[in-house]
């Protein structure tokens, strides 16, 4: 229900203050920053895993979904080696 509100909510206040011609171009530009910004290979210390929330560590939290975030860092380094020893990029 929280997504459904926060979709209306979100096209609501773009219809509201752009014409359908500029909200579409609006829509379409905010979805590819965002699609961009979410595919984009984070790193960085503390302050950008929280920033970015915990995309740096993204592929540790698909290999091992229930693991908490803080743990993630931990694992890193050992999904790097099995990684290499594979040859995988």
């Known amino acids: 229900m929280l997504l459904a509100a926060h979709a209306a ?4 206040v773009v219809l ?14 905010h979805q590819a ?15 950008t ?3 970015l929330g915990g ?3 993204q592929i540790e939290d698909h290999l091992s ?3 908490p975030r803080p743990n993630l860092a931990g694992v890193q380094d050992r999904v790097r080696s099995f990684c290499l ?5």
Do not use: I, Q
């Open 85 to 89: 020893e594979k040859d995988l990029s």
């Open 33 to 47: 920053v965002f699609s961009l910004y979410l595919g984009c290979n984070a790193s960085g210390g503390r302050l």
């Open 49 to 51: 895993g929280f920033v």
């Open 55 to 57: 995309l740096n560590h």
């Open 9 to 12: 909510l979100y096209l609501t």
């Open 65 to 67: 979904p229930p693991m």
């Open 16 to 29: 509201w203050v752009l014409r359908p011609p500029e909200a579409l171009a609006f829509l379409a530009v």
